[in-house]
């Protein structure tokens, strides 16, 4: 029965992946998320700055000059996109390799004018979707974006097996509440959100909306907000951090709870090495009167154009009132980027909880976009 577990937990664990932008980059590059991105907040569909980088920066082989086979444009004003992820895993302690599909994302965003994007995604593995309209028409590149799209919270890692991303969907202990916040890879709302760029160093982000898609919640408003800070002292340095708070009801236990999360966030990076933290609480989460915690460390070192060393460390604890309930796991990997559009990582992950499953684990994730 142990093994079974093991083998469920394993499968269903990398069945997914959250495609988002990545936060180092953006940290190394002294930008934000919105540079290579129509998303304000981050991920989905890149810009023509975000293809460029794709194709001439991040890889280690790729064409160099401006032209390219390929055009992400189909016209002035639409432009497509394409996230797909697939991997191999293999468990040790079962000796069994198993290939799984993950995600597949297609974009389209049209240009209704300067200011005015449409965006929508469809998985076409996980069948989710999102679709919202972005309107840049308040002071300073602040905008309002109103459709269905996931909103902004914390650092938004490409990996929802982060304990401050969604976690581990309670798969290492089953019949349990959720090992994860609430922003897995399957979380949208509906509704509004305004953001807010008081400078180039201070933006804040502010949603109000329902979800729909988790039996767990109520159809009462979610209420998201998050300040971020970049300040500018090197050239060569790049720092940010902040804070989030969310509050929303639910019913985890069978009995109706408003929960109220909040944490905070920060992260550096300087020439080829970059770090990133975030540590959030939340009340009322896992049951009535219980406060739970996630923490997510993630360093990061380019070796070479195309090759970088990742370490991240996650932990989740259901109630920081209790010992021996606590969940956590180390990844150790690289990100190798042979050439345009193509990102190899393999991955091994050490995991620890109480009582203990032999259910470390070794990945090769294959991730394609456009």
Not at 2 to 9: G, I, M, P, S
Not at 141 to 163: E, Q
Request: hydrophobic share 40%.
């Amino acid at each position: 029965m142990k093994y079974l577990t093991a083998v469920y937990f394993l499968i269903v664990l990398f069945v997914t992946n959250e495609i988002n932008a990545l936060p180092r980059f953006a940290l190394r590059q002294k930008d934000n998320c919105v540079s290579c991105h129509y998303n304000p907040t981050g991920g989905l569909i890149r810009n023509e700055d975000g293809f460029f980088f794709g194709k001439n920066v991040i890889s280690m082989i790729s064409p160099r000059d401006k032209d390219f086979t390929l055009n992400p444009k189909l016209t002035e004003n639409i432009q497509i996109g394409l996230d797909y992820r697939t991997q191999l895993l293999y468990t040790y302690s079962l000796k069994k390799a198993d290939f799984q599909d993950m995600s597949g994302n297609f974009y389209v965003n049209v240009g209704l004018s300067d200011k005015i994007n449409v965006t929508t995604r469809y998985d076409f593995v996980q069948a989710i979707w999102e679709a919202y309209v972005t309107a840049f028409v308040l002071p300073n590149k602040s905008y309002i974006k109103a459709g269905t799209f996931t909103p902004d919270y914390g650092i938004r890692l490409d990996d929802h097996t982060a304990y401050t991303r969604g976690g581990d969907f309670a798969l290492i202990t089953p019949g349990r509440a959720p090992n994860g916040l609430i922003y897995s890879p399957y979380y949208t709302e509906t509704g509004i959100e305004i953001g807010a760029n008081f400078s180039n160093a201070v933006s804040l982000t502010a949603s109000v909306g329902r979800n729909k898609q988790y039996p767990m919640f109520l159809n009462d408003p979610v209420i998201t907000t998050k300040l971020q800070i970049t300040p500018n002292f090197d050239s060569k340095l790049g720092i940010m951090f902040g804070g989030s708070l969310t509050s929303f009801t639910s019913k985890p236990t069978g009995t109706k709870l408003r929960s109220l999360m909040y944490g905070g966030f920060a992260g550096a990076g300087y020439e080829r090495f970059s770090i990133l933290g975030e540590f959030d609480l939340a009340e009322d989460y896992q049951a009535s009167d219980v406060t739970t915690s996630a923490i997510m460390i993630e360093a990061s070192y380019k070796i070479m154009v195309g090759l970088e060393a990742v370490v991240r460390y996650d932990k989740f604890d259901p109630n920081i009132n209790f010992s021996n309930d606590e969940f956590s796991h180390i990844i150790l990997g690289f990100d190798f980027y042979p050439y345009s559009f193509i990102e190899l990582i393999p991955q091994y992950r050490i995991y620890t909880e109480h009582p203990s499953i032999d259910n470390n684990s070794f990945l090769l994730q294959f991730h394609f976009w456009y």
